[in-house]
């Protein structure tokens, strides 16, 4: 049988004075509450209980268990209200890991989190590597691009798209690209972890795929530092739409071979597990799935 019931049951057998009066509080035959005691004192080799016709009394040894049990379970009924407690209300340390070009846009998502629940602390890890989210002990992390691991639960939190884009000073020295195929006449600014490699891949006009083989003098982990080398006139880049909106809007950047749609991704909230999510990360993942949502022409 159960110890930790049978410890309940004995509990109450003593407490309420005899067999029948703890099965009527436990809601449980007699015949299951001796057979609870019984298994006690089988596995203990030592009677706990004096049991006669009109009353049930504890034995010396008896005395001591109930003592002993009886502080292991109200121990027990703290710790599941501790463990309720951090459950229900957001506390502790969450530990995030993201990519390094997205950090502008949950720094206001972290503040309003922190105002609202200032009990938790946050630690925020940034990289463009895979992270391995048990072994390294994440709670969460967002990404751009979505982990091979299919074992992870993914929430999509906003759609973005990558825009092929230069400045007008580049195009002053360098012919305009009008198809896929001329990109490999052009110095394009690499991302180190694109998802295709040295491939850069475009949907056509007619829905077809079109898919170019690219060269260029520098490649990177760090999108800022693309972003840079762009609005210097080195080359043509392949960048994050919520990346260069603001140039794009202003004319420091246009944007190239509109007609050729390259591939959508997702921005995406990673956790390990869907059962029992603690509530400092499912109430940071929805305020974040909030958010992005309000503010979905970053992505646009």
């Known amino acids: 049988m159960d110890r930790l019931t049978s410890l309940t049951v004995f509990g ?177 600014l690499q991302y180190t972890f694109h998802p295709y490699g040295d491939e850069w891949r475009f949907e056509g006009p007619d829905k077809q795929m079109v898919t170019v083989r690219i060269t260029g003098n520098v490649t990177s982990t760090n999108g800022e530092l693309l972003r840079f080398l762009t609005l210097k006139g080195h080359g043509l880049f392949l960048a994050p739409s919520f990346l260069v909106a603001d140039e794009l809007a202003d004319g420091s950047l246009v944007r190239l071979l509109p007609d050729h749609r390259p591939t959508e991704f997702a921005i995406n909230a990673i956790y390990p597990h869907r059962s029992h999510l603690s509530s400092k990360v499912r109430i940071f993942i929805d305020l974040l799935a909030d958010r992005f949502a309000e503010h979905h022409k970053w992505m646009a």
């Open 12 to 188: 109450q057998v003593v407490e309420n004075g005899g067999f029948s009066a703890a099965a009527r509080r436990l809601n449980m035959s007699v015949t299951m509450v001796s057979n609870h005691i019984q298994s006690l004192e089988d596995r203990l080799g030592a009677r706990l209980l004096n049991r006669t016709t009109r009353k049930v009394s504890l034995t010396e040894i008896g005395k001591a268990y109930y003592e002993r049990s009886r502080q292991i379970l109200m121990d027990l009924d703290e710790a599941d209200r501790i463990a309720n407690a951090l459950h229900s209300t957001p506390r502790g340390t969450l530990r995030v890991h993201t990519n390094t070009h997205i950090v502008r846009f949950l720094s206001p998502v972290f503040d309003e989190y922190l105002s609202l629940y200032p009990g938790v602390s946050i630690d925020l890890a940034t990289g463009e590597r895979m992270i391995d989210m048990i072994e390294e002990g994440y709670d969460l992390a967002i990404r751009t691009i979505a982990p091979p691991d299919s074992s992870l639960i993914i929430r999509k939190l906003s759609p973005w798209r990558l825009l092929l884009c230069c400045t007008p000073a580049y195009l002053e020295s360098h012919p305009e690209p009008k198809h896929p195929s001329d990109l490999a006449h052009h110095n394009c």
